[in-house]
C-alpha cells in the first residue's frame, strides 16, 4: 500500500462515505469523527479554499452532518454542485425516466427485510448493508428495472446499487470546479473509497494529479490509505498553499468543536 505524498497547492476533493465518516447500515446512521468539521475548516484555509466535500449524499445532507460550516460540495454524484459555501446550490433536472424506474424498485422492494430503498429525487439508491446474503436478488432486480432507459446509469457500490442519470459524474464534478479560480494550477487530488470515485479519480488523473484509494479493492487510484482514521491522519499533516495566506473564517472555528456529531 503506497501512501499518498503530501503536497503543498492541492486542489482537493473528498468523498463523504467511507472517506471521512465510516459507513453504516442506514446514510442516516453515519457518524462525523469528533474534530472534522474543525479539521476540513482548517485545511480548507490552508489551501485557499481549494478544498470540496464530492459526494452520492444531496447537498442539503452532507451541511446537516458538516453543520455549522459550509463547504464547496458536489452532491448527487454530481447532479447538484455549489461552487462556494456562500452560494445557493444548483442542480439538474432529472430525467422522466428516473420516476418511471423509481416506480418499478418501489413495486419490487414495497415489502422487503433488510432492503432500503432512498429517493434522492434526482437518483435512487437501494441499500442491502442489513441483508447482504441478498446482494445479487437486489442487483438482479435494479438491473432489471433500469432495461430500456439509455440515459440513466447503474452504479453498484458497497452494500448499496444506485441509479443516476448518465449526464453528470463525480468527474463531472471535478472538472466544473478545476475551473474556478481557486482550484486551477493547483494538482488535483481525489480521495474516496467506492466504485463512484472512480471517475472523480480518473479526471484528477487526466488533469494532471492523482487518486486515493481507502481500503481494499481494484483502483485507478496510484495511492492508498487503508482506513477514515489514516484520511483524517493524512489531512491533518498536508502542507499550507503557498498561493495566498489563507481563507478567513467567519468565525473561529475552534470555539464551535462542541457542535460536531
Do not use: C, N
Request: glycine share 10%; net charge negative.
Amino acid at each position: 500500500m503506497i501512501a499518498p505524498p503530501r503536497i503543498a497547492d492541492a486542489a482537493l476533493f473528498l468523498d463523504f462515505d467511507g472517506t471521512l465518516v465510516e459507513l453504516a447500515p442506514r446514510p442516516d446512521a453515519v457518524r462525523v469523527p469528533a474534530g472534522t468539521v474543525v479539521r476540513l475548516e482548517r485545511l480548507a484555509d490552508r489551501l485557499d479554499g481549494a478544498l470540496a466535500i464530492v459526494s452520492g449524499r444531496p447537498i442539503a445532507e452532507i451541511d446537516a452532518f458538516l453543520a455549522p460550516a459550509r463547504f464547496t460540495v458536489g452532491g448527487l454524484h454530481g447532479l447538484e454542485w455549489r461552487e462556494d459555501f456562500s452560494l445557493p446550490v444548483q442542480a439538474l433536472a432529472p430525467p422522466p425516466s428516473i420516476a418511471a424506474v423509481r416506480g418499478r424498485i418501489d413495486r419490487t422492494f414495497a415489502v422487503a427485510d433488510g432492503i432500503l430503498v432512498e429517493d434522492k429525487g434526482s437518483a435512487i439508491a437501494v441499500h442491502y448493508r442489513s441483508a447482504p446474503e441478498r446482494e445479487a436478488e437486489v442487483r438482479a432486480a435494479v438491473i432489471a428495472a433500469v432495461d430500456g432507459f439509455d440515459d440513466l446509469s447503474l452504479i453498484l457500490g458497497k452494500m448499496v446499487v444506485e441509479v443516476k442519470p448518465r449526464a453528470a459524474s463525480k468527474a463531472t464534478v471535478v472538472e466544473r470546479f478545476l475551473t474556478l479560480a481557486r482550484f486551477s494550477g493547483r494538482t488535483p487530488v481525489f480521495v474516496g473509497d467506492d466504485a463512484t470515485d472512480e471517475d472523480g479519480m480518473r479526471a484528477a488523473i487526466a488533469a494532471g494529479g492523482y487518486g486515493v484509494k481507502v481500503g481494499e479493492g481494484d483502483s485507478v487510484a496510484g495511492f492508498r490509505l487503508a482506513t477514515v482514521a489514516d484520511v483524517h491522519a493524512w489531512l491533518e499533516d498536508l502542507p499550507p498553499s503557498r498561493q495566498g495566506a489563507g481563507r478567513a473564517s467567519v468565525e473561529d472555528p475552534v470555539s464551535r468543536e462542541g457542535a460536531v456529531r
